[in-house]
């Protein structure tokens, strides 16, 4: 059976868009994979800023490192309240999601979009494709790359500190503009990737995928129910506040139930639509640098 036509609503769209699919002309891309024959997604989104932070904005940009191949650009139909410090952030009120796709099916659209392709976010703790593999019967299993991990090493940084998006954009020089937009914000991450590639290239001698994934390991954060709690209940005073570890990922659920993609604390302090934000105008889903 043929599946039914995706629209998307690109923010800004009075209209919405018809998802036409990009063909991806790549292989599968893995630990060998050179670097500069890989396809990158570089994924933001925007969020209810409220547990279990459903997801109400899709921005991606696919490139390579000599450049931009296509963006993705969709508002999702959620129907959860909007945490008002989340709205200030990202700009994103409930008018503006009539007519949008509901998650399964922005979803469903990105994950064609983002097929053969090493996956880049701007997030210290993979919260941004936890986000989009939630509910799905098994895990994401595109390469992940975290740029606030990349940035820590390639930029010798103190242990620990998480860098901000604007501030890797100031510090490298990236022609962009600091936004708190799905879409702008994938496009500056995608540059500063780019940016922190070409100096390990150059500095650690990179040449594949395998190079980037085996020196920056993801985190294992535990996002089951009630986690934070058994942690600090568990390791006593002098660890408050400190994350789970876990085994590795299992597949995930919808927010209601326990399964995710990847795991971590489901009490997530201050966490609004998200933090860090820089970028330029975009484009509608599917359409061409």
């Known amino acids: 059976m043929k599946s039914k036509r995706v629209y998307l609503k690109p923010r800004g769209s009075s209209e919405l868009v018809p998802w036409e699919e990009i063909a991806v002309d790549a292989p599968e891309v893995g630990r060998k994979t050179p670097l500069v024959d890989a396809q990158f997604v570089a994924l933001d989104v925007e969020t209810t800023g409220n547990a279990p932070f459903l997801v109400l904005e899709i921005g991606a940009e696919r490139f390579r490192l000599d450049g931009t191949l296509s963006f993705f650009d969709t508002l999702v139909d959620c129907r959860a309240p909007i945490n008002p410090y989340a709205r200030k952030r990202h700009h994103i009120d409930r008018s503006m999601l009539i007519g949008a ?6 979803r469903r659209a990105f994950l064609r979009f983002a097929q053969a392709a090493v996956l880049v976010e701007h997030s210290h703790d993979a919260f941004d494709t936890w986000l989009v593999g939630r509910g799905l019967e098994s895990p994401l299993e595109h390469p992940i790359v ?42 500056a991450t995608a540059k500063v990737f780019r940016a922190l590639i070409a100096r390990a290239r150059s500095a650690l001698g990179w040449e594949t995928v395998g190079d980037v994934i085996e020196a920056l390991p993801r985190p294992v954060i535990d996002r089951t129910p009630g986690a934070s709690r058994r942690v600090r209940a568990a ?10 570890r876990t085994a590795p990922p299992r ?14 604390p489901s009490g997530r302090r201050g966490r609004s639509s998200r933090r860090r934000r820089s970028g330029s ?6 359409s061409r640098a």
């Open 235 to 244: 390791a006593g005073p002098q660890s408050q506040g400190a994350r789970a």
């Open 101 to 106: 796709p509901e998650f399964k099916d922005a």
């Open 146 to 187: 975290d740029t606030t991990a990349l940035a820590r090493l390639v930029l010798d940084l103190p242990k620990g500190q998480t860098p901000g998006l604007a501030h890797l954009v100031e510090v490298l020089g990236v022609d962009v503009t600091p936004a708190h937009a799905a879409l702008d914000d994938a496009r």
């Open 251 to 264: 597949s995930g659920a919808q927010a209601a139930t326990p399964r995710a993609t990847s795991q971590g």
């Open 281 to 286: 105008s975009g484009s509608p889903g599917g």
